[in-house]
């Protein structure tokens, strides 16, 4: 087997880079709605993790809310920015 047919293969198997989806604290919402708008976006978060991810946001600012696939991650930051909450992504590095 030959050097570039082993360099192929491995490329082939090279996962999709991941990226953070963050939120972000804002001073409008009120916690319930946040905890409520983070468990209809990702249906795997449940209420405790959703409570724990809505007061590290509003407690430093900003958390992470799940790591997943680029387009995943836009679909999430998205839809919590349509439900007025404030989100970005960035990849995982």
Same mark, same amino acid.
């Given at each position: !087997?030959? %050097?570039?047919?082993?360099?192929?293969?491995?490329?082939?198997?090279?996962?999709?880079?991941?990226?953070?989806?963050?939120?972000?604290?804002?001073?409008?919402?009120?916690?319930?709605? %946040?905890?409520?708008?983070?468990?209809?976006? %990702?249906?795997?978060?449940? #209420?405790?993790?959703?409570?724990?991810?809505?007061?590290?946001?509003?407690?430093?600012? !900003?958390?992470?809310?799940?790591?997943?696939? #680029?387009?995943?991650?836009?679909?999430?930051?998205?839809?919590?920015?349509?439900?007025?909450?404030?989100?970005?992504?960035?990849?995982?590095?």
């Amino acid at each position: !087997m030959s %050097v570039e047919t082993l360099e192929k293969r491995s490329t082939a198997r090279k996962l999709a880079p991941r990226y953070r989806v963050l939120l972000h604290n804002d001073d409008y919402n009120s916690m319930e709605y %946040v905890v409520q708008v983070l468990m209809q976006t %990702v249906s795997s978060i449940t #209420q405790p993790q959703a409570v724990s991810i809505m007061m590290e946001a509003h407690t430093n600012g !900003m958390a992470l809310v799940i790591t997943c696939a #680029q387009e995943h991650a836009e679909f999430y930051s998205e839809t919590l920015n349509n439900h007025g909450l404030s989100s970005t992504i960035e990849p995982d590095e």
